[in-house]
């Protein structure tokens, strides 16, 4: 499926994804501000708010934001978190489409775990025109992460992703989580608008019921998009295997990598 088609995909999953999806590390945002300079009269754009994850720490620090939101459900999620902050504002639209009112530019211009569902033809160049020469673009996600001490629960369930098909694209087990490279930096680099002045790694974990670890599962584009039959025959190996534990819980490793850079 189109990187188009699937990053639409999230909009059905609105009222799960706030709740179901991890919040990022406190330690990056204190990073992000810390890197980037940016002082409390910033005014921010967020690219891909969601429901508003990234969004409402920076909003409770009091900085002002635009966010845009390609999802309609999602934009009205985060407009119903983000209620309370006048400073704060969602417009439903994709990056690529949106254009700000003549003469606005912002100071930091970010994305967390939306920025590879946008355009690469044009995100760079767009974000660069939207900032002030030394302005800051800072991107970050959280993927799954496999660490030395990884629960095993990954390695049987894989078995069970490859006989539906859907088996996990590169060598099993991934890379541990300091050997994982950050090619968001080289596209920082390779863009020539932007020169890379800060990265972070962070890997934190957090324990799952089968309930909990579903919801999650169906906050990703791959599960949302997959056939009913492989998903139901996948989520009852799932609870079978959790079942048989003696606390039916599994403990999933997360990371995230910051980028920051600085617009040439």
Not at 199 to 224: K, M, P
Not at 235 to 246: C, D, N
Request: with cysteine; charged share 25%.
């Amino acid at each position: 499926m189109s990187r188009e088609r699937l990053r639409s995909t999230f909009d059905t999953a609105a009222s799960l994804y706030q709740q179901a999806r991890p919040d990022y590390p406190a330690e990056l945002y204190s990073d992000l501000l810390a890197i980037s300079g940016i002082e409390s009269s910033a005014h921010l754009l967020e690219v891909g708010c969601g429901p508003g994850k990234a969004t409402l720490p920076l909003a409770r620090m009091g900085f002002r934001t635009t966010a845009i939101e390609l999802g309609e459900s999602l934009a009205t999620e985060a407009r119903h978190h983000l209620a309370e902050f006048a400073g704060v504002s969602v417009i439903t639209s994709s990056f690529e489409d949106w254009e700000p009112p003549t003469g606005v530019r912002f100071d930091l211009v970010y994305a967390a775990t939306a920025w590879k569902w946008v355009d690469p033809d044009v995100k760079y160049a767009k974000a660069a025109t939207l900032l002030p020469q030394g302005g800051h673009l800072a991107v970050w996600n959280a993927d799954h992460a496999f660490p030395a001490d990884v629960d095993p629960f990954f390695t049987e369930i894989q078995q069970v992703y490859e006989e539906i098909g859907e088996g996990h694209d590169g060598p099993w087990p991934p890379p541990l989580p300091e050997d994982e490279p950050n090619p968001i930096a080289a596209e920082f680099d390779a863009s020539g608008h932007f020169a890379v002045v800060g990265t972070r790694r962070y890997v934190w974990a957090l324990r799952y019921t089968a309930d909990e670890y579903i919801a999650l599962l169906d906050t990703f584009s791959g599960h949302i998009a997959m056939e009913p039959a492989k998903n139901q025959h996948l989520y009852r190996e799932i609870r079978r295997r959790l079942a048989a534990r003696p606390d039916g819980r599994l403990t999933r490793h997360w990371s995230a990598i910051l980028t920051v850079g600085r617009r040439r």
